[in-house]
């Protein structure tokens, strides 16, 4: 016993360093990188991150259409066109409401107070249509309300198709207190929201978000029971309750350009 184990414990010796060896040089494998491992030193890889041109490239078709569409709108306004006025309505409602539902909402200004907007290098769009809605209002008014919203649009063409004999006519002394509302709505919102810091309200207080067909069922209600009372009195939203309108009615008043509105 004593001769073979002398004999085997070189080799059980030589065996146990082979081992041990193997065990380090493992180690060290798994502690680098394959590229290491092999030999290859090839530095970490850098995400290129896009270019504003780049992302102005990726968002020229949604640009590009609202530039059309704006065009179409600006022109029916200052040619004062009776079909194209028409022509702009039923754009607006399948443009911006069908296909983009995207109007500008109290919800923006609720953004603008606490600084939280969409980012400019991925919404170019949608600065572009708000620009457009506040350069307009300060040198025109409302055009907006009149020719854009996509809502707005669809009232008026509800208005253009009820007949005349049913629809009832708002006394102008009932018209001037009860257009307040919409101001009362405006700052009771802004108000609210600067308290509490909540905006699932807005939906209460605006029905654009009928063109995203996502709503509670009370929801429903209420706006049906809006376009129903609409047929009876024309444009009842946006002559008394929008937020949104009364809004872009308070900058309209801070022109100091002297531009006939129509």
């Keep these: 016993m004593t001769r073979a184990w002398r004999r085997w414990t070189p080799l059980l010796a030589g065996a146990l360093r082979l081992v041990v060896l193997c065990v380090l040089v493992s180690g060290v494998t798994r502690a680098q990188p394959a590229d290491d491992a092999a030999g290859f030193d090839f530095p970490d890889e850098v995400e290129v991150q896009p270019t504003l041109l780049d992302l102005a490239t990726e968002q020229a078709p949604d640009i590009v259409l609202f530039v059309a569409f704006a065009a179409l709108a600006m022109v029916s306004f200052l040619r004062k066109s009776v079909p194209l006025k028409y022509l702009t309505l039923v754009v607006s409602v399948l443009y911006l409401g069908v296909y983009k539902s995207q109007l500008i909402s109290v919800v923006n200004i609720f953004g603008t107070l606490t600084g939280n907007l969409p980012l400019f290098a991925h919404s170019m769009a949608w600065y572009a249509f708000a620009s457009f809605t506040v350069v307009t209002t300060v040198l025109w008014g409302r055009v907006y309300c009149g020719r854009i919203c996509a ?15 049913i629809q009832l006519e708002v006394p102008q002394w009932l018209e001037q207190r009860a257009s307040y509302i919409k101001y009362g709505i405006l700052f009771g919102a802004v108000g609210y929201y ?6 699932a309200f807005y939906r209460y207080i605006e029905p654009f978000w009928l063109f995203t067909f ?9 706006l049906g029971t809006l376009l129903v009372a609409s047929i ?4 009842l939203y946006c002559r008394f309750l929008c937020p949104l309108g009364a809004a872009l009615g308070l900058l309209s008043t801070l022109t100091l350009f002297k531009i006939k509105r129509w």
């Design 151 to 165: 809502f707005g649009a669809l009232t008026q063409l509800i208005d253009a198709i009820a007949p005349r004999r």
């Design 194 to 199: 600067l308290a509490t810091h909540e905006i």
């Design 214 to 222: 996502d709503a509670t069922p009370v929801l429903w209600i209420m």
């Design 232 to 235: 009876f009195v024309r444009n």
